[in-house]
């Protein structure tokens, strides 16, 4: 009977589910088939340096970055774009870093051109990686140190003649610049209401480089006090100025330009009978003005770096040059120190001297 109940039952034609493959931690044995198919593997895809170049300009603009930052950022774009433009960002390696940076020196890029772009550059990846996390391990770009450029500070007296002989439209400028260590975006970018008159203060909340507007650089507001001089020398340029709101209008009422600012000094020191110093730079102002109140007046560091905008005060150090009339009247002071002392005309006669004597006059 068992034999025949067997039998039965494999030749059945009912199918009954096996209880055991719905049990779990059971295996069973794989469907026959076709195996199902495993989807392909994603490329990521990265943009050319071209398309980036928009984000990199919109990245420093969002994060309410200074002026000359973002002017700094559009200058680099517009140096690297010929080159690097249609390469993908992942594409960009130490190989071409090093061919772009032969093409500038093949240019005749200075040492501290060179500097500015790598850096930049460095710069610029790093904020793709910040986009594009899948990018991997930026190049490593090393940034040579430029070399210090020469800063030739003017004496007060040229100072003084320049202001008189300036155009109108940048003497207080001048004035401003040498005495406060205003920036030239900032005086260029400065408005009517951000100057008061009691007590007279001049707050600098923004700057322009170029056509670029935004904070001052280090993003920090101050307040800048004037004395009575310098606030009446303001007062009567407002007066002869063109209605503008701005407080250095050009001859149309405008904001003036860069470019009219660097041809008005140029001229000033053709008519004050000055040298125009090799590499001329209004910010060489600022240089001045932080020696003259660290060097000469011994204004402390802490108030000078709040005058211009420093909290660093190891910043405020690249500010301050020891001139050649600074090293004279330090030594002159130590002259002081030293009683006066004349030296005889003859050298008195010593024991050696006599007795060399005598035996050259038994010789003869």
């Not at 774009?77 to 093409?103: C, H, M, N, S």
């Not at 005495?179 to 975006?185: D, I, P």
């Not at 002259?335 to 038994?362: D, G, I, Q, V, W």
Request: hydrophobic share 45%.
């Amino acid at each position: 009977r068992i034999a025949i109940a067997v039998a039965l039952q494999s030749t059945s034609s009912t199918f009954r589910p096996n209880p055991m493959a719905a049990r779990p931690g059971v295996l069973s044995l794989p469907a026959t088939g076709p195996a199902p198919a495993v989807p392909a593997k994603e490329v990521p895809t990265f943009p050319t340096f071209g398309e980036f170049a928009t984000t990199l300009i919109d990245h420093a603009t969002a994060n309410q970055r200074a002026a000359a930052t973002v002017a700094a950022v559009r200058k680099f774009v517009a140096r690297a774009l010929p080159y690097f433009g249609p390469k993908r960002l992942d594409q960009i390696g130490a190989t071409e870093v090093t061919a772009w940076t032969r093409q500038l020196q093949d240019a005749g890029l200075s040492v501290g051109s060179l500097a500015f772009y790598r850096w930049r550059l460095k710069s610029a990846l790093a904020v793709a990686r910040e986009y594009h996390p899948g990018l991997g391990p930026a190049p490593r770009i090393e940034v040579a140190k430029a070399p210090r450029r020469e800063v030739v500070i003017l004496t007060a007296a040229q100072i003084a003649r320049l202001i008189e002989v300036a155009d109108p439209r940048i003497a207080t400028m001048i004035d401003l610049a040498d005495s406060l260590g205003l920036r030239v975006g900032e005086l260029r970018q400065l408005r009517r209401v951000a100057v008061r008159w009691a007590p007279p203060v001049i707050d600098v909340r923004e700057a322009v480089v170029g056509n670029v507007v935004g904070p001052p650089k280090g993003r920090r507001a101050r307040a800048v006090p004037m004395t009575a001089r310098l606030a009446a020398a303001l007062q009567a340029h407002v007066e002869r100025s063109p209605a503008s709101e701005w407080v250095f209008p050009d001859h149309d009422g405008r904001r003036m330009r860069e470019a009219r600012v660097r041809q008005l000094l140029d001229a000033a020191f053709a008519a004050a009978g000055i040298q125009r110093p090799r590499g001329l730079a209004w910010h060489w102002y600022r240089h001045s003005c932080a020696t003259r109140l660290q060097t000469e007046c011994q204004v402390p560091p802490g108030i000078v770096g709040r005058l211009l905008g420093h909290s660093d005060l190891a910043t405020l150090a690249g500010y301050t040059h020891v001139t050649h009339a600074h090293q004279l009247a330090a030594l002159e002071s130590a002259e002081t120190l030293r009683p006066a002392a004349t030296p005889a005309a003859t050298p008195a006669p010593t024991a050696a001297t006599t007795a060399t004597a005598t035996a050259s006059a038994m010789a003869a």
